[in-house]
Antibody, heavy 119, light 107 residues
């Protein structure tokens, strides 16, 4: 079955950096777009970034553009999110998610990893 | 950016009742609209994609309709496990966006 497992979250000071990972299994990872979605405590969902199957296309929310970088390693069935210049407002649960039917439809989600930005 | 406005913010209903949730887009999203259910402490779950297609394994009591700017999620008869927060989401234009959510609570 499809499984997505995030890791790398934690407590970081404002201005700091963190790298999130997402390990995928149960499907042909290299064939599909995959995304990062976040949810601040008690708030709604925000699409952070996506990357195409072969890494040719990426896109970012304006709120993270220039600070976050999405990447993937198809040989290792892994997705990454490099987060720099972190701000208080980046505090959230970060989910990786993918859709086998269409790039922007999220059929499968990980359990999420919590990133807390605080001094 | 396309803004999705969901209404009502909260829906108070009893098990067995019909739930009707609305999602309005600030500009057309054609039929590229999905609905998700989220329970506390869990990741969202896809219910409906492309406005009216049920995702794999989703019960028939969930149905979606609409196109352009106005969409509806209907739960024909609420089961106890359906009390949750529901989000709509568009994939017609980047940034792909979510609505703010509708909470369906037990009356």
């Amino acid at each position: 079955q499809v499984q997505l497992v995030e890791s790398g979250g934690g407590l970081v000071k404002p201005g700091g950096s963190l790298r999130l990972s997402c390990a995928a299994s149960g499907f042909s990872f290299s064939d599909y777009y995959i995304s990062w979605i976040r949810q601040a405590p008690g708030k709604g969902l925000e699409w952070v970034s996506y990357i195409s199957s072969g890494s040719s296309y990426t896109n970012y929310a304006d709120s993270v553009k220039g600070r976050f970088t999405i990447s993937r390693d198809n040989a290792k069935n892994s997705l990454f999110l490099e987060m720099n210049s972190l701000r208080d407002e980046d505090t959230a649960v970060y989910y990786c998610a993918t859709g086998l039917a269409a790039a922007g439809t999220l059929e499968y989600w990980g359990q999420g990893t919590l990133v807390t930005v605080s001094s | 950016e396309i803004v999705l406005t969901q209404s009502p913010a909260t829906l108070s209903l009893s098990p067995g009742e019909r739930a009707t949730l609305s999602c309005r887009a600030s500009q057309t999203v054609r039929s590229y609209l999905a609905w998700y259910q989220q329970k506390p402490g869990q990741a969202p779950r896809l219910l409906i994609y492309d406005a009216s297609n049920r995702a794999t394994g989703i019960a028939a009591r969930f149905s979606g309709s609409g196109s352009g700017t106005d969409f509806t999620l209907t739960i024909s008869s609420l089961e106890p496990e359906d009390f949750a927060v529901y989000y709509c989401q568009q994939r017609d234009n980047w940034p792909w966006t979510f609505g703010q959510g509708t909470k369906v609570e037990i009356k």
